[in-house]
């Protein structure tokens, strides 16, 4: 069995669905287009200048893998990818980590302003290490609802279930 994923000090196991022996990729707690995910090296370090180049050319062909999938699977025409190299950058959890996020040319919520994704990105990560210490676990009895991304109003931290559960539907496209 694998040993817990961490992203810094938050275990991620369970909202995993790709990984390499050096790299994985989550489903985002509160993402802001509908396929949002994070590709992250193993080894929680700060900056990408900590990484060896081993981990970085494995987390950067992860990246890759990882879009082309997500692309496809929510309807992509192309993606934005994004890392914030330090708390300077805007980077909130102190572990190196990229951004996918798929993006459509018509009905993307960001597609008349394609850059306002970006202040968007930065604003939703203001709450996220209180946001992750959070995350409910649902009940069994819970009824799914349509995903909320950073564009919609009153937007909550997903539950660990509906990150499970999308994170099993793309780990299918991996195997």
């Known amino acids: 069995m694998s040993p817990p994923l961490l992203f810094s000090t ?15 990729a989550i489903v985002n707690l509160k ?8 590709v992250i090296p193993n080894r929680p370090v700060p900056r990408l200048t900590d990484l060896t180049t081993a981990e970085l050319t494995s987390l950067i062909a ?35 980590h990229f951004h996918i996020m798929p993006r459509k040319y018509h009905g993307d919520y960001f597609s008349q302003r394609m850059d ?16 992750f210490q959070n995350i409910k676990v649902s009940s069994t009895t819970v009824q799914h609802h349509q995903l909320k991304v950073d564009a919609d109003e009153d937007r909550l931290p997903r539950t660990l ?6 994170a099993t539907w793309l780990r299918g496209f991996f195997t």
Do not use: W
């Open 161 to 166: 279930e509906d990150m499970e559960q999308e």
């Open 10 to 24: 938050i275990e991620v196991t369970r909202q995993a669905f790709y990984r390499t022996a050096l790299s994985y």
């Open 116 to 131: 306002d994704i970006y202040p968007a990105l930065e604003q939703s990560k203001a709450d996220l290490p209180r946001d």
């Open 62 to 96: 992860s990246v890759q893998n990882v879009g082309r999938v997500v692309e496809r699977a929510y309807g992509g025409d192309a993606l934005t990818v994004a890392c914030q190299d330090g708390k300077a950058a805007g980077q909130s959890i102190p572990h190196v």
């Open 31 to 38: 993402p802001i287009v509908p396929g949002h995910v994070l």
